[in-house]
Nanobody, 115 residues
Framework: VQLAESGGGLVQPGGSLRLSCAAS????????MRWYRQAPGKEREFVAH????????YYADSVMGRFTISRDTAENTAYLQMNSLKFEDTAVYYC?????????WGQGTQVTVSS
């Protein structure tokens, strides 16, 4: 199982970014995917989840209405569209999958919200 995040960067408050998570080594279409994030000095926290079929999503309260998780089965890729970014969204963002009883993580992508 391999997960590779991309799309992070430096953005001003109120701006947008779209993160991608390229997945391989498992049948992508049959597993739910999640995004987590970890800010400096803080624990890793849940951000968003999407079901294997893509028909169910749920979000942390802190990102509800601003972030959208999606997936493209043909591309074996999960996405996180982030709008109206705030200073407190600054973190390393990770995608993750629970496969064969083990949770796999990507290497993360840095998102920095700064003026």
């Amino acid at each position: 199982v391999q997960l590779a995040e991309s799309g992070g960067g430096l953005v001003q408050p109120g701006g947008s970014l779209r993160l991608s998570c390229a997945a391989s080594g498992f049948t992508f279409s049959t597993y739910g995917m999640r995004w987590y994030r970890q800010a400096p000095g803080k624990e890793r926290e849940f951000v968003a989840h999407i079901s294997s079929a893509g028909d169910t999503t749920y979000y942390a309260d802190s990102v509800m209405g601003r972030f959208t998780i999606s997936r493209d089965t043909a591309e074996n890729t999960a996405y996180l569209q982030m709008n109206s970014l705030k200073f407190e969204d600054t973190a390393v963002y990770y995608c993750t999958v629970l496969y064969s009883g083990r949770r796999y993580w990507g290497q993360g992508t840095q998102v920095t919200v700064s003026s």
